[in-house]
Structures are given as structure tokens and as C-alpha cells.
């Protein structure tokens, strides 16, 4: 059986465990947490990157260190993952849904400013397949409205826009290091970028439980108390430990990705050119990361009798994000601005092919022959 994702190996993880397990610390902020943070603070150029336990928490952090509060406005697609609205929904805010375009999946830049009321606080882009959103466009708009910009960039480590890393580019940005994700912190993990310097006192006080115990333990303080409301937004040091294998093999891991992307892509043409099937398509000055290739295909019949397909061959092909809007507790804390022309539509078509770094060629060769012969 080819699964669809299997968690990436690079093969240092198990001797930085060990480290890890000899340091006497196995708690957050340990050494790997310092080295994953600097790391991710320089390679991306920004203030702040702080390890959390998942994306769904550095989504929290961001809703708390926001302010967010019963009556506020959120606005972000239906297409995405539960967490993308969560996060939101606990602080009390109703969640506007905009369209998406089909093109990238991603929000309709261009539906936006229809959606902003007096209500609104923050606009969510979410990076779909770590292919970015039209930043440009959805920051002007937050600063002519004055809304907050939090990049869901769980898919999107490594990727590009305009020469910019994604996650950096909003006020906060929000890392998964899911093992769905191209780096993982052993199964879980996440990362917080607080890239307006103004909230990073803050957003360190909120991931100690509400405490300044990190001012504590560089000395800048002589006590720690509680502050401020927070919870434990702290990823184990063991878990940093897996995480650094990957980090410091980040280059080679998207590199491998990025290769079997496009042996997919190239093999993948000749059907796209028949009309049979549609591919990705990464818009000009966007750098993607190769996170996951779908194709879609006709409607929700085609995608179905495709996945009996694959899996008659033995491999396992997925689609996901029921649309969040008409789910139970999307009608009930949420609304759709405008029109469902793209969301519905395009996710019943949608399904994804097995991507994974330790993915072999001739297990994607038995992919492809397997597209090959559905289409046939
Ligand atoms: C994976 C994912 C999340 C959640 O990440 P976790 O680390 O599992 O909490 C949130 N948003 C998007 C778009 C994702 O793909």
C-alpha cells in the first residue's frame, strides 16, 4: 500500500533525541527550542518565532494577543482547516466566510473589501498548498480599514511571496509542524511569528500561562507573576529535538519535494491538456514549496470512482475541507459574504496525490501509471 503521507525521516532526529534526553530538560524552552527559534528567526527574517504545540495554538495565541472579543469580525475563507476559525470562535468573534478563487483555492482578494463592516478585525489569509495568497492586495486593504493580518501559514514553510517568506509578511504568522506538514516536530508541533515587534512582549507572557516567567529566566525580572490571561503554548524540547533534525535539513527536504511536484506536474500535462483533469497552477512571483499536489477532476462522481481506483491499486489518494460555512457549527458562527460561486464547487473536485519527502520514485511511478490507466 502507498499511503498518502507518511511523517518525514531525515535520519539526525533520533541522535538530537538523545541529546535532548541527556540535557536534563525535556520541557519547553529548552536548548533545541533556542536553536529551531533563532533558526527560524533568521532564515525568515523575523523578531520573533516562538515553538508552540500545534498551528491550532499559535491560531489562539494570535486571536488572545489580537484582543479579540464577543461582536468582532473575522473574515477568512470556508475552504480551510477547522483550527482557521476555532481559534477565532473562542474568543467570541463571528467568522465572515469569503469565496475563494479556483485558480489557487485561496480567498478572492477581490471579495474582500465587500466583506469589511465596522465589526471587522482581522483578515485570515490562509496559504493554501504553501502557495501564497494576493498579499499585496489584502495589506493594503488592512491598512486602509485598519484590520490585523494573521497568515494561516501552516502549509506554507519555506514558500514565497514576492521574494517574502509566508508567515512573515502579517502581523502574526502561524507555522504547522503537523507530520501532514513538510517539517515535523515528531507528529505535532507549531511556531508563532510575531512580526509586529509591539506584540512580543506580550505574546511571550501569553505562552507562559499568562506569566512573564521568560523575562524571569533571562534576568530581566526578579520574580514571575501573573500578568495577563494565557495558557501553555510550549512545545516539549524533545519534540524541538525531531524538530532541528528537520530545520537543519530543511533545504534538502524541499528541494526532494519540490522534485516530486514537478515529476508530477510534467507527467501529469498531457491529461491537462485533454481537458480530463486540472493542476495547480502558482501565480507569477509566488515560490511555492511543493506542501501537496491535487488535480481536480470533473465533479464529486469522477473524484470518487478516481479514489475507488487508486485504492483498488493500492494507493491512497484523499481530498479534504468539507467547506466550513454550511457545517453545523459554521452556521452558527459564521456567515458567507456574497456569493458560494468557487468553495462548494471546487472541493467536491479536489483530491490530493501521495507527496511525502520519503516518498520513493517508483512508488510514484505507480502512481502516475495508476492516473494513467483510470483516464485510459
Ligand atoms: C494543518 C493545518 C492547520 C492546523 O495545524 P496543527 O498544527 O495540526 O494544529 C491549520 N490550518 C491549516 C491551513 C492547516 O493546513
Given at each position: 500500500?502507498i499511503?498518502?503521507?507518511?511523517p518525514?525521516?531525515?535520519?539526525?532526529?533520533?541522535?538530537f533525541?538523545?541529546?535532548?534526553m541527556?540535557?536534563?530538560k525535556?520541557?519547553?524552552?529548552?536548548?533545541?527550542?533556542k536553536r529551531c527559534?533563532?533558526?527560524?528567526?533568521?532564515?525568515?527574517?523575523?523578531?520573533?518565532a516562538?515553538?508552540t504545540?500545534?498551528c491550532?495554538?499559535?491560531l489562539e495565541?494570535?486571536?488572545?494577543?489580537?484582543?479579540?472579543r464577543?461582536?468582532?469580525?473575522?473574515?477568512?475563507p470556508s475552504?480551510?482547516?477547522?483550527?482557521?476559525?476555532n481559534a477565532?470562535v473562542?474568543?467570541g468573534?463571528?467568522?465572515?466566510?469569503?469565496?475563494?478563487?479556483?485558480d489557487?483555492?485561496?480567498?478572492?482578494?477581490?471579495?474582500?473589501?465587500a466583506?469589511?463592516t465596522d465589526k471587522?478585525?482581522?483578515?485570515?489569509?490562509?496559504?493554501?498548498?504553501g502557495?501564497?495568497?494576493e498579499?499585496?492586495?489584502i495589506?493594503?486593504l488592512a491598512k486602509?480599514?485598519?484590520l490585523?493580518?494573521?497568515?494561516?501559514?501552516?502549509q506554507?514553510?519555506?514558500?514565497e511571496?514576492?521574494?517574502?517568506p509566508l508567515g512573515t509578511?502579517?502581523?502574526i504568522?502561524?507555522?504547522?509542524?503537523h507530520?501532514?506538514k513538510?517539517?515535523t516536530?515528531?507528529?505535532?508541533?507549531g511556531?508563532?511569528l510575531?512580526?509586529d515587534?509591539?506584540?512580543i512582549?506580550?505574546?511571550?507572557?501569553?505562552?507562559?500561562?499568562?506569566?512573564?516567567?521568560?523575562?524571569?529566566?533571562?534576568?530581566q525580572?526578579?520574580?514571575?507573576?501573573w500578568?495577563?490571561i494565557?495558557?501553555?503554548?510550549?512545545?516539549?524540547?524533545?519534540?524541538a529535538?525531531?524538530?532541528?533534525?528537520?530545520?537543519d535539513?530543511?533545504?534538502?527536504i524541499?528541494?526532494r519535494?519540490?522534485d516530486?511536484?514537478?515529476?508530477?506536474?510534467?507527467?501529469?500535462?498531457?491529461l491537462?491538456?485533454?481537458g480530463?483533469i486540472e493542476l495547480p497552477?502558482?501565480?507569477?512571483g509566488?515560490?511555492?514549496n511543493?506542501?501537496?499536489?491535487?488535480?481536480k477532476?470533473r465533479d464529486?462522481?469522477?473524484?470518487?470512482?478516481?479514489?475507488?481506483?487508486?485504492k483498488?491499486a493500492?494507493?491512497?489518494?484523499?481530498?479534504?475541507?468539507?467547506?466550513?460555512?454550511d457545517?453545523?457549527?459554521?452556521?452558527?458562527?459564521?456567515?458567507?459574504?456574497?456569493?458560494?460561486?468557487?468553495?462548494?464547487?471546487e472541493?467536491?473536485?479536489?483530491v490530493?496525490l501521495p507527496l511525502?519527502?520519503?516518498?520513493?520514485?517508483?512508488?510514484?511511478?505507480?502512481?502516475i501509471s495508476a492516473?494513467n490507466?483510470?483516464?485510459?
Open positions: 500500500m499511503p498518502f503521507n507518511s518525514p525521516v531525515v535520519g539526525t532526529e533520533i541522535d533525541i538523545r541529546t535532548a541527556g540535557s536534563g525535556l520541557c519547553g524552552d529548552g536548548d533545541f527550542t527559534q533563532l533558526w527560524l528567526e533568521q532564515r525568515f527574517d523575523t523578531p520573533k516562538l515553538l504545540p500545534s491550532t495554538a499559535s495565541m494570535a486571536a488572545i494577543l489580537l484582543d479579540i464577543p461582536g468582532d469580525e473575522v473574515i477568512m475552504y480551510t482547516f477547522v483550527s482557521t476559525a477565532f473562542l474568543r468573534a463571528t467568522i465572515v466566510f469569503v469565496d475563494i478563487r479556483p489557487t483555492m485561496n480567498l478572492d482578494e477581490q471579495l474582500i473589501e466583506a469589511i471587522t478585525r482581522v483578515i485570515v489569509p490562509v496559504h493554501y498548498a502557495i501564497a495568497c498579499m499585496d492586495t495589506l493594503a486602509k480599514y485598519r490585523a493580518v494573521v497568515e494561516d501559514a501552516a506554507g514553510v519555506m514558500s511571496y514576492h521574494g517574502k509578511l502579517g502581523d504568522g502561524c507555522f504547522s509542524f507530520e501532514t513538510n517539517y516536530a515528531g507528529g505535532e508541533g511556531a508563532t510575531v512580526n515587534a509591539g506584540l512582549d506580550r505574546a511571550e507572557i501569553v505562552r507562559e500561562k499568562g506569566t512573564n516567567r521568560s523575562q524571569f529566566f533571562r534576568g525580572a526578579d520574580k514571575y507573576t500578568r495577563d494565557g495558557s501553555s503554548y510550549l512545545m516539549a524540547d524533545l519534540q529535538a525531531y524538530l532541528w533534525g528537520q530545520l535539513a530543511a533545504e534538502i524541499n528541494r519535494r519540490l516530486l511536484w514537478n515529476r508530477y506536474r510534467d507527467a501529469l500535462l498531457p491537462a491538456g485533454q480530463r497552477s502558482v501565480p507569477d509566488c515560490r511555492q511543493a506542501h501537496m499536489f491535487y488535480i477532476l464529486i462522481a469522477d473524484r470518487s470512482a478516481f479514489i475507488d481506483h487508486m483498488a493500492d494507493i491512497l489518494a484523499v481530498f479534504h475541507y468539507i467547506p466550513l460555512h457545517s453545523p457549527a459554521g452556521l452558527r458562527f459564521g456567515r458567507f459574504s456574497g456569493e458560494d460561486r468557487y468553495t462548494s464547487r472541493s467536491r473536485r479536489l490530493r511525502f519527502y520519503n516518498l520513493t520514485d517508483e512508488h510514484q511511478s505507480r502512481v492516473i490507466r483510470y483516464f485510459a
